[in-house]
């Protein structure tokens, strides 16, 4: 009788914690769609930008985008990122400046010395479950370093992060997704407005369309 | 070597809880605002309005093209 409480418990605690969101399989993420980024606006008055894309990958861990983990904290497997995020985020930007109302163009364009031409380095993107006693909570992470410069001069930087919590009782594929696409949400809101807010300063530039 | 019995079944969610202290990559929120710069650092203002406008830009080519 003891025996067979042991080998339940035993059992048991081994079962729950697999209840709560315990995966063995990788988990695919992807950006958001273009029309769930930024609201569309004018505020970019038709000024050039030149968007590098992709940023360089700046990542502590670049082999994958996240982990999953069980109710011990204990890793599981990994989640991935359909596009790299070097890729993901520089596009998302891009697609968010466009969709502000700056004509965005790509590496390949001739200097132009009141252009801007913006690039980058990802610091981090890591999607990962914060795992408390009653819920399951997927986070994401989003970390940015901004360059912002012309050929007439202009040298700026700046340092971005942002984090995505989806709290959930559940860890599901769609939650991790969740996280990713809140997060890449708000770093184009913030880059976007970051990136306004700084060309705003010198009405020289951005218009020799 | 003996079989597993029930106590080594018991023994493993305890292994679980010591291994289980695996390291955060993400960040407390309370820590994101010190990862975020409030404005830019600006190294190098672009030239004035007038110098900018100048050194031609995209008339170059058209004016090169006049020229011939």
Redesign the interface.
């Known amino acids: 009788m003891t025996?067979d409480l042991?080998?339940a418990?035993?059992?048991t605690?081994?079962a729950l914690?697999c209840a709560s969101g315990c995966a063995f399989v990788p988990v695919d993420v992807q950006p958001p769609p273009t029309q769930e980024l930024n609201a569309a606006s004018n505020v970019g008055r038709g000024r050039d930008v030149v968007v590098e894309i992709p940023f360089e990958d700046q990542r502590?861990?670049r082999g994958r985008c996240?982990?999953q983990?069980?109710a011990?904290?204990?890793?599981t497997a990994d989640v991935r990122c359909s596009v790299a995020p070097a890729e993901w985020v520089a596009h998302a930007l891009a697609t968010g400046l466009q969709r502000a109302g700056f004509h965005v163009l790509t590496a390949g364009a001739?200097p132009?010395?009141?252009?801007a031409r913006v690039h980058g380095e990802v610091t981090?993107f890591?999607?990962?479950p914060?795992v408390n006693a009653l819920t399951f909570d997927p986070?994401?992470?989003i970390?940015v370093r901004l360059v912002?410069e012309?050929p007439?001069?202009?040298?700026?930087?700046?340092?971005?992060?942002?984090?995505a919590?989806e709290v959930s009782l559940v860890g599901t594929e769609d939650n991790f997704q969740a996280a990713a696409s809140t997060a890449t949400r708000e770093a184009v809101d913030g880059m976007v407005s970051?990136v306004v807010?700084?060309l705003d300063r010198?009405?020289?530039?951005g218009g020799?369309? | 070597m003996r079989p597993a019995g029930?106590?080594?079944?018991?023994a493993?969610?305890v292994l679980?809880?010591i291994?289980?202290?695996?390291r955060?990559?993400?960040?407390d929120?309370e820590l994101?605002p010190s990862?975020?710069?409030r404005?830019?650092?600006?190294?190098?203002?672009?030239?004035?309005?007038a110098?900018?406008?100048s050194?031609?830009?995209?008339d170059l080519p058209s004016k090169v093209g006049e020229a011939q």
């Open positions: 025996r042991l080998l418990a035993g059992v605690s081994l914690p502590n861990d996240g982990t983990k069980n011990y904290n204990m890793e001739p132009v010395p009141s252009r981090q890591f999607v990962e914060k986070e994401a992470d970390g912002v012309t007439s001069g202009l040298l700026a930087e700046r340092r971005f992060y942002f984090k919590t970051a807010a700084l010198y009405p020289q530039l020799a369309r | 029930s106590r080594d079944l018991l493993l969610p679980a809880l291994a289980g202290c695996a955060h990559v993400v960040i929120p994101v990862h975020n710069d404005d830019w650092t600006v190294h190098h203002e672009p030239a004035a309005p110098a900018a406008a050194t031609g830009g995209r």
